[in-house]
């Protein structure tokens, strides 16, 4: 419960966990949470994603747009050997690979 509240910076406790792991096509590890309850205003304010990526451990992109935006209420962490630790976030968005993560979750 303390690294949900440290992924979501939040105080309530996760209604669901979900631990994944993938070897191929692509390596990565996923642990997603989900809250007890809605952060958005009535809809109107509308939270960022609360997934970061990893790459060998070391943070690549704090609230990474990995889900679909209507998953913005999940929380969590995706980890990725696959991921070169030299990559930039501008080469990173239109990344082939991204896009196979993105198939794979």
């Known amino acids: 419960d303390s690294f949900y509240k440290h992924v979501s910076k939040g105080f309530d406790t996760p209604t669901y966990r979900l ?20 952060r958005e205003k009535f809809g109107q304010g ?23 935006q209507w998953l913005r209420f999940i929380f969590g962490v995706v980890d990725s050997e696959d991921i070169p630790l030299n990559i930039s976030r501008e080469s990173m968005q239109d990344s082939a690979l991204l896009q196979r993560i993105r198939s794979v979750l």
Not at 22 to 35: E, N, Q, T
Not at 49 to 65: A, Q
């Open 46 to 68: 509308i939270q960022p994603s609360g997934v970061s990526l990893y790459s060998h451990k070391v943070l690549i992109e704090p609230e990474s747009k990995i889900l679909p």
């Open 19 to 38: 631990h994944f792991t993938s070897d191929a096509p692509v390596d990565l590890k996923a642990l997603f949470y989900v809250g007890e309850m809605s």
